[in-house]
């Protein structure tokens, strides 16, 4: 079993809608957990990082995590063309971050 | 703003070659990561270094060493690149938060 799993997609959504991502992690001990935005071609970039049960809004995107069930989600809302890319749920366990295989967002004009 | 960089975008090797490459960051960060990335199997760690001159093996080392002479600089190197050694090579470092930043990545590609 891998440590942070996300569903692969691709995920397209119309602008203007929300899209939602999502990650489950298997190390009930994990602490921290992080969104990255990756761009065809760059390298990851931090969205969000969350450390508690509930949610964490930042402008349009919203981070979810809930510890019991293992998941962590990102909400963005009014999605933008610029919002295509690729991103990377990861989970800090111990010492070690766990990325996820990432999930592919198209948003469609 | 943390800024890691990467010595090459762009790389290209013959099989058997020594190939470097160096990652520097300006945040006096003690923590500095190693990862290959390839498509559907994502980012996979293969070194990192908590310290100056200290090392510690990810999940795929086999193939690579890293040195790391100074807290700023963090070395991989592919001491007789194969082919399967081509991804993309991405340098990460992390001070005493947990967020880690990348840099903008070393695509090599092994001939």
């Known amino acids: 079993q891998k440590e942070v799993e996300q569903n692969s997609g691709p995920l397209s959504v119309p602008e203007g809608a929300i899209a939602s991502l999502n990650c489950t992690y298997s190390?009930?001990?994990?602490?921290?957990f992080f969104w990255y935005r990756q761009y065809s071609g760059k390298s990851p970039e931090l969205i969000m990082s969350?450390?508690?049960?509930g949610d964490k809004e930042d402008g349009r995107f919203t981070a979810q995590l809930n510890k019991a069930s293992q998941y962590v989600s990102l909400l963005i809302r009014d999605s933008q063309p610029s919002d295509s890319a690729t991103y990377l749920c990861?989970?800090?366990?111990?010492?070690?971050?766990?990325f996820g295989t990432g999930t592919s967002l198209t948003v469609i004009p | 703003d943390v800024k890691v960089t990467q010595s090459s975008r762009y790389l290209v090797k013959r099989t058997g070659e020594k190939v470097f490459l160096e990652c520097v960051q300006d945040m006096d960060h003690e923590n500095m990561f190693w990862y290959r990335q390839d498509p559907g199997l994502g980012l996979r760690l293969i070194y990192f270094?908590?310290?100056?001159?200290?090392?510690e093996k990810g999940d795929i080392p086999e193939g690579y060493s890293v040195s790391r002479e100074k807290k700023e600089r963090f070395s991989l190197i592919l001491e007789s690149a194969s082919t399967n050694q081509t991804s993309m090579y991405l340098c990460a470092s992390r001070g005493d938060g947990e967020t880690q930043y990348f840099g903008p990545g070393t695509r090599l590609l092994v001939l």
């Open positions: 190390d009930r001990g994990s602490q921290s």
């Open positions: 990861a989970v800090n366990t111990g010492n070690q971050f766990y």
């Open positions: 270094s908590y310290d100056v001159k200290m090392k």
């Open positions: 969350i450390y508690s049960n």
